[in-house]
T-cell receptor
Framework: GAVVSQHPSRVICKSGTSVKIECRSL??????MFWYRQFPKKSLMLMAT?????????EQGVEKDKFLINHASLTLSTLTVTSAHPEDSSFYIC????????????FGPGTRLTVL | SQQGEEDPQALSIQEGENATMNCSYK?????LQWYRQNSGRGLVHLIL?????REKHSGRLRVTLDTSKKSSSLLITASRAADTASYFC??????????FGTGTRLQVFP
């Protein structure tokens, strides 16, 4: 089956630093990847859609300068949280779409970010 | 917000009982999907039902869809302790984007 990995699984950082989270599709090519944010006991909120070789499309209310997304290859997208603050602490989940149609997204295991 | 709503927010049952959770959404859809999330983990896809379908089965799962009421239900029969998780519905319409519901936290006691 299609596998998506995220690295790191957990990260703790100091306020003001930047953190990079990687999302990889391990056994398929993903033209589109999605980044979600999830607060404790809440649902997933789509942050942005990442297309290989082009700029990401951000959802309303998501700061593109704060959450930098790079989809440099068909198997890798990165989310960088710049100048992190405690309110950025959250669970970040990516998903990858293998291009078989809009129905199919495979989700990564998530990254727990804690900003002190 | 486009986000759908699920009820109940939380559900506690004994092993062997059936669990039913409901999802209501706000817009037209092409399909509706149900996902499971174990605590602190990613999402596992359970089942997809298209807008022209009314009912779908997969093992112990039964999903119904009523597009006139903009609602769906997920039934888990003969529940097991391992079914303890959060369950989310997600809809899409003419786009790759998924809009997730608020989720139901299911606790199954042995």
């Amino acid at each position: 089956g299609a596998v998506v990995s995220q690295h790191p699984s957990r990260v703790i950082c100091k306020s003001g630093t930047s953190v990079k989270i990687e999302c990889r599709s391990l056994d398929f090519q993903a033209t589109t990847m999605f980044w979600y944010r999830q607060f404790p006991k809440k649902s997933l909120m789509l942050m942005a859609t990442s297309n290989e070789g082009s700029k990401a499309t951000y959802e309303q209310g998501v700061e593109k300068d704060k959450f930098l997304i790079n989809h440099a290859s068909l198997t890798l997208s990165t989310l960088t949280v710049t100048s992190a603050h405690p309110e950025d602490s959250s669970f970040y989940i990516c998903s990858a779409q293998p291009g078989l149609g809009p129905d199919t997204q495979y989700f990564g295991p998530g990254t727990r970010l804690t900003v002190l | 917000s486009q986000q759908g709503e699920e009820d109940p927010q939380a559900l506690s049952i004994q092993e062997g009982e059936n669990a039913t959770m409901n999802c209501s959404y706000k817009t037209s859809i092409n399909n509706l999907q149900w996902y499971r999330q174990n605590s602190g983990r990613g999402l596992v896809h359970l089942i997809l039902i298209r807008s022209n379908e009314r009912e779908k089965h997969s093992g112990r799962l039964r999903v119904t869809l009523d597009t006139s009421k903009k609602s769906s239900s997920l039934l888990i029969t003969a529940s097991r302790a391992a079914d303890t998780a959060s369950y989310f519905c997600a809809t899409s319409y003419n786009t790759d984007k998924l809009i997730f519901g608020t989720g139901t936290r299911l606790q199954v006691f042995p």
